[in-house]
């Protein structure tokens, strides 16, 4: 149990381009859904929190605007990555947490690579 | 200074060895932690959660939690090759995000 998917696993982009990725929870309903990124040999980078019917809390330092998060509904979360540039080249990472009954721990996707030309 | 501490490593350790991988914390708020273990180009992969003081076992793996001197730890017995990763600590409360480590990269020699 407790399997998180996300879509694409990889990705190559031309600079300024848009870039969806799919974050789907798909044997539990997910309370609370959260978006990494990490750098080569990085630790994780908390970039937002989203529940499902509300907006996302984005981290500092994180544009909202640049960043579009979207979720749908209790196993679906989507980032946008809005007119990509090099430097958002990056290992994406979704989490999910059912966040019931005390169950506050973190399952995590499998990541999503993205290359920007 | 970092909410949650842990050496970033690299630990090389012969087959077979038990392996120690250690955390510190400075958030006397955490009720809950985890351990995480993440493949080179791969989502992290939960291994254990905990909450609050006490140990865990799952098969060759035990978790600790010292609230006390917000100390936790995974240890890793009889370890194998393919266990040879990057392993991240994670410390939360109902009341805050979770906040991890930077990770320690493990290296298990054959």
């Known amino acids: 149990g407790a399997v998180v998917s996300q879509h694409p696993s990889w990705v190559i982009c031309k600079s300024g381009t848009s870039v969806k990725i799919e974050c789907r929870s798909l044997?539990?309903?997910?309370?609370?859904m959260f978006w990494y990124r990490q750098f080569p040999k990085q630790s994780l980078m908390l970039m937002a929190t989203s529940n499902e019917g509300s907006k996302a809390t984005y981290e500092q330092g994180v544009e909202k605007d640049k960043f579009l998060i979207n979720h749908a509904s209790l196993t679906l979360s989507t980032l946008t990555v809005t007119s990509a540039h090099p430097e958002d080249s990056s290992f994406y990472i979704c989490?999910?947490?059912?966040?019931?009954?005390?169950?506050?721990?973190?399952?995590f996707g499998p990541g999503t690579r993205l290359t920007v030309l | 200074q970092k909410e949650v501490e842990q050496d970033p490593g690299p630990l090389s350790v012969p087959e077979g060895a038990i392996v120690s991988l250690n955390c510190t914390y400075s958030n006397s708020a955490f009720q809950y932690f985890m351990w995480y273990r993440q493949y080179s180009r791969k989502g992290p992969e939960l291994l254990m959660y905990t909450y609050s003081s006490g140990n865990k076992e799952d098969g060759r793996f035990t978790a600790q939690v010292d609230k006390s001197s917000k100390y936790i730890s995974l240890f890793i017995r009889d370890s194998q090759p393919s266990d040879s990763a990057t392993y991240l600590c994670a410390g939360g409360s109902s009341a805050s995000k979770i906040i991890f480590g930077s990770g320690t990269r493990l290296s298990i020699r054959p």
């Open positions: 044997d539990f309903q997910a309370t609370t």
């Open positions: 989490s999910a947490s059912p966040g019931a009954d005390g169950h506050n721990e973190q399952f």
